[in-house]
């Protein structure tokens, strides 16, 4: 079984910084690709970025390319996403997962490509 447990949400203005982090444990390992996914009230999981293990390659969607960056400790087995110049329609809870595997670029975006789930971290950025 894997675990993840994500924190660092909060409230912040609009321009400022965060930084969520994606605590793993259980049985997985330094190659297994891993995600952040975000949901607003009312909308579908979206995808924000991901990195594949296998070759350290990061993918983000074109909403926050730019301002968010995926980062790994490996010693720590936790991942980071530091999201900058955050805008109110980054309002959400965001959710770190993982997998197996060695997914193409084009299936981080699918959720179903994961199978391992936090529960949730929010973030809501408001004047």
């Known amino acids: 079984q894997v675990h993840l447990v994500e924190s660092g949400g909060g409230l912040v203005q609009p321009g400022g910084s965060l930084r969520l982090s994606c605590a793993v444990s259980?049985?997985?390992?330094?190659?297994?690709?891993m995600a952040w996914f975000r949901q607003a009230p009312g909308k579908d999981r979206e995808f924000v970025g991901g990195l594949r293990g296998t070759d350290n390659n990061k993918f983000y969607s074109s909403s926050v390319k730019g301002r968010f960056t995926i980062s790994r400790d490996k010693d720590k087995n936790t991942f980071y996403l530091q999201m900058n110049s955050l805008k109110p329609e980054d309002t959400a809870v965001y959710y770190c997962?993982?997998?197996?595997?060695?997914?193409?670029?084009?299936?981080?975006?699918?959720?179903?490509?994961?199978?391992?789930w936090g529960q949730g971290t929010q973030v809501t950025v408001s004047s």
């Open positions: 997962a993982t997998g197996f595997g060695n997914p193409i670029s084009s299936s981080f975006r699918v959720p179903s490509t994961f199978e391992y």
């Open positions: 259980g049985r997985t390992g330094s190659t297994h690709p």
